[in-house]
C-alpha cells in the first residue's frame, strides 16, 4: 500500500510544483487532483499544457494516481445525467494525455423527494458508471466510484449500484464513512461486500477516533492491496506539519497491521 494526497482540500490552492514539492518532502507518494482547484489540471487545458503536466509528473517520485471529477450519476433528469457522463468521458481523456491512472467519480444520493424509486436511481448510477467504465479502458484509464452521497454512502445501497455494472475496469473508491462502522465498531462485515472491487481509498484524517484505522489496514492487507490510501483532510496553516504527522499515523498504523 502506499500513501498519498487528494487535494480537497489541504492542496487546494497549490499549483503542481507546489505540490510535488510538498509531498516528496513529506512521504507522500502520489496524488489525485481533484477539479476546481489551482493546480488547473482541467478538461479544457490544450495538448501542449497536457504534455507538460505528464512531463511534470514523470520527472518527479510523485506518481499521478489520478483525477478527482465531480461527475455524477443520478440525476432523474436525463440531459443532466448525459452531460455528466460526457463529462466523465473529457476527463478520461485529459487522464490518458496527463499520465493519471485513473478518473473518480460518484453518486451523491438518491431522489426520493422526486418520487423516483430507490432502485431505478442505483440502477441508473451503476449502468452510467458502467459505460464509462467502458470507455476508459479503451484508453488504459480506471474509473473508479468514491462510496458518496445521502443513502448511496452506505455500502449496502452502494452494492445494489454495483449489481448493475459489469466492466472489469470499474473501480470502487472505499470513502471511509462513519456508516462503514457497526454497532461493534467493526468495518469488517461492510468491507467485505466491496472488498473485491476496491481500486482506490480516500481516508480522513487518522486521529479520529470514530474510525477503525487499525482493522481498515488489516483488511486491506489481507486482500493483497497495493493501491494508493489518499488523505482527504482539511487545510492548515501548517500543512508541512500535518504532512508529516500523517505520514508518522500512517506509518504506526501499518506497523499495527502487519501484526495482525
Not at 24 to 47: D, I
Not at 112 to 122: I, L, M, N
Amino acid at each position: 500500500m502506499r500513501l498519498g494526497l487528494v487535494t480537497y482540500n489541504l492542496a487546494k490552492d497549490w499549483d503542481i510544483a507546489t505540490i510535488i514539492e510538498k509531498c516528496s518532502a513529506n512521504g507522500f507518494e502520489g496524488v489525485e487532483l481533484r477539479t476546481t482547484h489551482a493546480h488547473g489540471v482541467e478538461s479544457a487545458l490544450g495538448k501542449a499544457q497536457r504534455v507538460e503536466v505528464r512531463r511534470r509528473f514523470q520527472d518527479s517520485a510523485v506518481v499521478l494516481v489520478g483525477l478527482g471529477s465531480t461527475s455524477e450519476y443520478d440525476s432523474p433528469d436525463p440531459a443532466v445525467l448525459k452531460a455528466n457522463i460526457e463529462g466523465t468521458k473529457e476527463f478520461v481523456r485529459l487522464a490518458a494525455d496527463v499520465g493519471a491512472g485513473g478518473v473518480k467519480v460518484r453518486p451523491n444520493g438518491v431522489h426520493d423527494q422526486d418520487g423516483v424509486p430507490r432502485e431505478k436511481t442505483y440502477e441508473q448510477i451503476g449502468l452510467a458508471f458502467d459505460e464509462c467504465a467502458t470507455y476508459g479502458a479503451s484508453y488504459g484509464v480506471e474509473l473508479r466510484m468514491e462510496v458518496h452521497g445521502w443513502v448511496t454512502q452506505e455500502v449496502p445501497s452502494f452494492v445494489h449500484i454495483m449489481a448493475h455494472v459489469r466492466h472489469p475496469n470499474a473501480k470502487v473508491c472505499w470513502n471511509c464513512n462513519p456508516p462503514d462502522v457497526d454497532a461493534t465498531g467493526s468495518i469488517a462485515p461492510n468491507f467485505r461486500l466491496l472488498a473485491d472491487r476496491i481500486g482506490l481509498v480516500h481516508m480522513r484524517d487518522l486521529y479520529v477516533a470514530d474510525y477503525p484505522w487499525r482493522e481498515l489496514m488489516v483488511l486491506l492487507r489481507a486482500r493483497n492491496y497495493q493501491g494508493f490510501c489518499c488523505a482527504e483532510i482539511p487545510e492548515s496553516s501548517e500543512p508541512e506539519r500535518v504532512m508529516g504527522y500523517y505520514r508518522a499515523l500512517w506509518d504506526a498504523y501499518n506497523d499495527l497491521a502487519s501484526c495482525g
